[in-house]
DNA sequence: CTGTTAGCGCATTCAA
DNA sequence: TTGAATGCGCTAACAG
């Protein structure tokens, strides 16, 4: 069904068509009538492609790629993804890495000018998957030309988190750290996360038990097997908000006081954390700096015709917000 | 940087190109070779929308449209949409409707097949906006043509809930609603939640207060302002979870017992319902229903070669999870 | 006001 | 193994 079906039907040229179809003037009132008509007798619509590919206005698109639209710590830079990108012209396109074949990346490789997000696969695997499409990794920084990187400076929003829970008495230093190596290499490796706590606790360690998932009921049951194993923790590190919101949970199933006998911090400053009994202490993650960031290096990208350039890099910190569950 | 560039840039034609590019057989490796870096030198990277327009592969692309993706709700929402549509070899774009200017959703329309979504201008308006598109309407069942939907049938879980909370003894009930109508109309009108709910409460009616946000800061003002204006309420219903979050966080701060007092309850089942304390009683909408029947719709439409077609509708409902906040 | 001409950038025929 | 044609469906620039 194309506009030369209509335009036959219409008894017009295709030029009217294409008049009466986007609005346009220099054609009168009942050919636009019959024109439509005809093009709704037929079901006819414009090709979306052949639209863009004559019209030089060009609408970037990008890709973005996350584990799972489960946690808000990803809808969020979603959410100002999406703001960012209307104000600047760009569209959004999405696929999760949960559940979902590695042919989807293909798919949205080839709709899209440029990806970015939370990749666990090898970079250079993931350059070869993207074919040649110029990457924004929202996870780590790499050398690699045509991945550019977001990255998230957490290491001193951890330290300064374990210097405030010294100040406040605490001695013996846990962690739930996340299993994400686990699915993707097959075996657990540590955390940068857990690198950096321990490398701040140094002999105040108490334990460290690893999640099977990274979901609130994830991090409740790791919780609970931290306790069982490290009684004598007194402060708690949760890889991130969601799983440290499963330990509040755990805790107050299991009658443990917090932040009395133990104190409770995570990972990402979502919203919900405020909204718990006791709050959630937690370093925040400047999400909204890591959108808006990504978007300007997409423009730059743009801006070089998606050519490949020198990697750019840029750099998010985190702001620690002190709340009840850490005393 | 057209496919000639490249091709004069390698000394052959373009055709050997497009054989380069694409991994295709009948080349030679120097070739091949000597293809890719010019490419590469040139910074070429294909049209997608060229690519698109000549292979008749057609990947159909569907545009969600969501008030906030601050919201659980509308994240899981995408959550399921987004694996279904893998599934189904569907691309998503997204478009939220806060802080995006009316631009945003013709930008989008011009890149899909459907757009589903929940809307808050009028159908007539929105069937215009999208520029004849098909439209799956998530909010409410309309009858103009082109306009299909998916209908969260909510009314019995509400008659239900009320039921039970009767059952345990609550005799004044009183509700939270969303102000949304008092930005796109101007003026509060009652949502249909309201409308049921009081149908279901009859003259057990305590009272209602209207939030300004629907968010867990709007639902704890709202709530602890329903406390003072009728302190006699012994069961409120807040029009959805993410409110009711802020209720039973407000209540926690007004040292007001839940359910001793009061009993909470929500609309929607989130999954972090569960994680506050005291548990969130909730009337859960299928969400996973409303993505998978949204995408059968778009199926049906894609079927039909998104010609107008009589409008299609589905339903899903609601389970009343039963949990601490209601006692 | 309407129709004709000429591409947009690419992949799919063919012929060499 | 490579190159020359042809057309995808549409809009922009002209012409009538």
Redesign the pocket.
Known sequence: ???????AEA?????????A??D?????????RRVLDAADRLG????R???N?????KTNALGLVVSSFRNPYYTDIAADLLSGAAERGWQLLMSADDGVGPDALDKLCAQVDVVVGHFHAPEAELREACGGLPVVNLETVSTLPGVHSVHVDLEPGIGEAVGALRERGARRFAMVDAGYSLQSLGAYEPTPRRQWFERAVGDQLAGVVVADEDTISGGAHAFAELLRRHPDADAVLMFNDLMALGAVQSAHVLGVDVPGRVRIIGVDGLAVGEAVNPPLTTISIDRQGIASKALDIAEILAEADFATVAPIHRTVGTQLLWRASAG
Chains 1, 2 share one sequence.
């Open positions: 069904m194309t506009i030369l079906d209509v335009a008894g017009v040229s295709r030029q009217t068509v294409t008049r179809m986007n346009m003037n220099d054609i009168s009132a009942p050919t636009r006819y619509r414009p090709s492609f052949a639209r590919l004559v019209t030089r206005t």
